[in-house]
């Protein structure tokens, strides 16, 4: 293996287990930092007709067309005007860049195994996008899978 390879593995055990925290009004949910590529503020958003509403459109990131996803409207939650704490989470999933727009971004934190638990069986909808909950401290972290996020919107593309 070569040793940029070798400092890829380095640099991904180094982040397994580490998340990404973020709002969508008081819920935090947790998506894992192998995912992230970067935090950027609400760019100007190009609305593109006959996508589903949460889709809100396309940005362009450094001459990058990446689609953008409100995470607020995806879970069914009421829209709100986006605010100066208002993020977009930019993540690669399948060798594609998505845009997350969140309410706020909080903090990394790093879950043990032992302070995760598989997601309660609710049911086809109840849980079909989380891959774990967390508990640290006194705070309830649903963790994203971005595979199953992801996974309808991605045949749009």
Do not use: H, W
């Not at 940029?4 to 894992?32: K, N, P, S």
């Not at 690669?92 to 790093?110: R, T």
């Not at 309830?140 to 899978?145: A, F, G, H, K, Q």
């Amino acid at each position: 293996m070569s040793s940029v390879a070798m400092a890829a593995v380095d640099q991904a055990d180094d982040l397994r287990g580490r998340f990404l925290t973020f709002y969508i009004g008081q819920t935090i949910y947790g998506i894992e930092l192998l995912n992230v590529i970067e935090i950027i503020s609400v760019q100007p958003i190009t609305p593109v007709p006959s996508l589903p509403s949460y889709i809100k459109g396309i940005i362009n990131l450094r001459g990058k067309v990446v689609p953008v996803i409100d995470v607020r409207l995806k879970f069914d939650q009421p829209e709100r005007a986006y605010d100066g704490k208002t993020c977009v989470i930019v993540v690669m999933v399948e060798d594609m860049q998505v845009g997350l727009i969140v309410d706020l971004v909080a903090e990394v934190v790093s879950i043990g195994d032992g302070e995760s638990n598989e997601p309660p069986d609710l049911g086809k909808s109840g849980n079909c996008y989380l891959s774990s909950i967390a508990k640290i401290g006194d705070k309830v972290i649903l963790n994203i899978d971005c595979k199953k996020f992801f996974q309808s919107d991605l045949q749009l593309y």
